[in-house]
T-cell receptor
Framework: AQSVTQLGSHVSVSEGALVLLRCNYSSSVPPYLFWYVQYPNQGLQLLLKYTSAATLVKGINGFEAEFKKSETSFHLTKPSAHMSDAAEYFCAVSPAGGTSYGKLTFGQGTILTVHP | DTAVSQTPKYLVTQMGNDKSIKCEQNLGHDTMYWYKQDSKKFLKIMFSYNNKELIINETVPNRFSPKSPDKAHLNLHINSLELGDSAVYFC????????????FGPGTRLTVT
């Protein structure tokens, strides 16, 4: 069984400030981890993924995330927020291994607001 | 060119009706998925097909029936629509193997009145 918890349904930052969106996972087998972004009335876009290679993963739009097995965390960060980063962010997990067929379990989402 | 497309984008219908949503991908992927996003934005997988074979079938009312005529297309038919079926339905696709990195369509917003 697997689950994802995103701490904080809303995060508000000023433009230029650090963005930190928290994600903790629970998985009975080694996981693959993903961050997706959803802009209003759009589909989900993959930001980055962890697939058991490097624990620090760099993604698009300046985002990165660090896999910490001891903390079962995969927090998303960006050093300097832009107004265009305002969106909803979803953390997701799937079990590594072929029998899962990529079945994603999503967290509840975090809405990021960026103030000028 | 749109990678994963869905039709229609919006669907408003009355309770009891039957409706279908279509999905097509031009990425050359062999695995496709249906997800439901409820009013609280919670996303949950419903079904997945790999090369026209059903491989994921979550606990979903049997009023929902997916069909995959080929590996580039996945449709979702819903019978006897209920108010609780109102949601945004997303199609996604991936290549099988590895992390099954999924690419999502723009969604179909279904409103049942």
């Amino acid at each position: 069984a697997q689950s994802v918890t995103q701490l904080g349904s809303h995060v508000s930052v000023s433009e230029g400030a650090l963005v930190l969106l928290r994600c903790n996972y629970s998985s009975s087998v080694p996981p693959y981890l993903f961050w997706y972004v959803q802009y209003p009335n759009q589909g989900l876009q993959l930001l980055l993924k962890y697939t058991s290679a490097a624990t620090l993963v760099k993604g698009i739009n300046g985002f990165e995330a660090e896999f910490k097995k001891s903390e079962t965390s995969f927090h998303l960060t960006k050093p300097s927020a832009h107004m265009s980063d305002a969106a909803e962010y979803f953390c997701a997990v799937s079990p590594a291994g072929g029998t899962s067929y990529g079945k994603l379990t999503f967290g509840q989402g975090t809405i990021l607001t960026v103030h000028p | 060119d749109t990678a994963v497309s869905q039709t229609p984008k919006y669907l408003v219908t009355q309770m009891g009706n039957d409706k279908s949503i279509k999905c097509e991908q031009n990425l050359g992927h062999d695995t496709m998925y249906w997800y439901k996003q409820d009013s609280k934005k919670f996303l949950k997988i419903m079904f997945s097909y790999n090369n026209k074979e059903l491989i994921i079938n979550e606990t979903v009312p049997n009023r929902f029936s997916p069909k995959s005529p080929d590996k580039a297309h996945l449709n979702l038919h819903i019978n006897s629509l209920e108010l609780g079926d109102s949601a945004v339905y997303f199609c996604a696709s991936s290549l099988s193997g590895g992390s099954y990195e999924q690419y999502f369509g723009p969604g179909t917003r279904l409103t049942v009145t």
